[in-house]
């Protein structure tokens, strides 16, 4: 089966950075991502890692290290706008969601 | 640019109606996919497509079922709609190629199904 493992919340202030961790047990895993939802909209893409390491997409980062089945998101400089949910999502093709992370940013 | 299109925003309908939610995408993607999204539960996969006329059965199938007849179009069908349907329900499209980061899904703005 697939699962990913995500934290439910995460708060920070603004100018922060913050962490995002997922953790994954999925059959034939290709790579992870990152999706971004605001409330009442869609998620909307925002990294993908197919192989190991650091992936930078400005103030975003992600990684992904196979052999811990483990990957993060990194979000620097937060902004009040980086209120959202996020979720990682990986799998064979057809993408298994983590439950998201809701991270609430602070003035 | 990238469009995902769902047919309704908001919708209601009573228990035992048959139920058709619409998705058309204009990528020329061969995967299609229908999720529904419940607070605290997040996206859970109810079914895809990987081809015209292709299906297969997600985590949560039961109580829907699914058509692709044209590559662009991906239904949706709730046969006979019960209150624990009601939901979020979301449509995505992406690329075939398995492996690489043409796997993102983009999504769309997703139908609000309430069901009385």
């Known amino acids: 089966g697939q699962s990913l493992e995500q934290p439910s919340e995460v708060t920070a202030v603004e100018g922060a950075i913050v962490q995002i961790n997922c953790t994954y047990q999925t059959s034939g895993f290709y790579g992870l991502s990152w999706y971004q939802q605001h409330d009442g909209g869609a998620p909307t893409f925002l990294s993908y890692?197919?192989?190991?390491g650091l992936e930078e997409t400005g103030r975003f980062s992600s990684f992904l290290s196979r052999s811990d089945s483990y990957g993060y998101l990194l979000l620097q400089e937060l902004q009040m706008k980086d209120s959202a949910s996020y979720f990682c999502?990986?799998?064979?093709?057809?993408?298994?969601f983590g439950d998201g992370t809701t991270l609430t940013v602070k003035p | 640019d990238v469009k995902v299109t769902q047919s309704s925003r908001y919708l209601v309908k009573r228990t035992g109606e048959k139920v058709f939610l619409e998705c058309v995408q204009d990528?020329?993607?061969?995967?299609m996919f229908w999720y529904r999204q419940d607070p605290g539960l997040g996206l859970r996969l109810i079914y895809f497509?990987?081809?015209?006329?292709?299906?297969e059965k997600g985590d949560i199938p039961e109580g829907y079922s699914v058509s692709r007849e044209k590559k662009e179009r991906f239904s949706l069908i709730l046969e006979s709609a019960s209150t624990n349907q009601t939901s979020m329900y979301l449509c995505?499209?992406?690329?075939?190629?398995?492996?690489?980061?043409?796997?993102?899904?983009?999504f769309g703005p997703g139908t609000r199904l309430l069901v009385l």
């Open positions: 995505a499209s992406s690329s075939a190629h398995s492996g690489t980061s043409q796997e993102t899904q983009y």
């Open positions: 890692n197919g192989l190991d």
């Open positions: 990528m020329d993607h061969e995967n």
């Open positions: 999502a990986g799998g064979a093709g057809k993408s298994t």
């Open positions: 497509s990987y081809d015209v006329k292709m299906k």
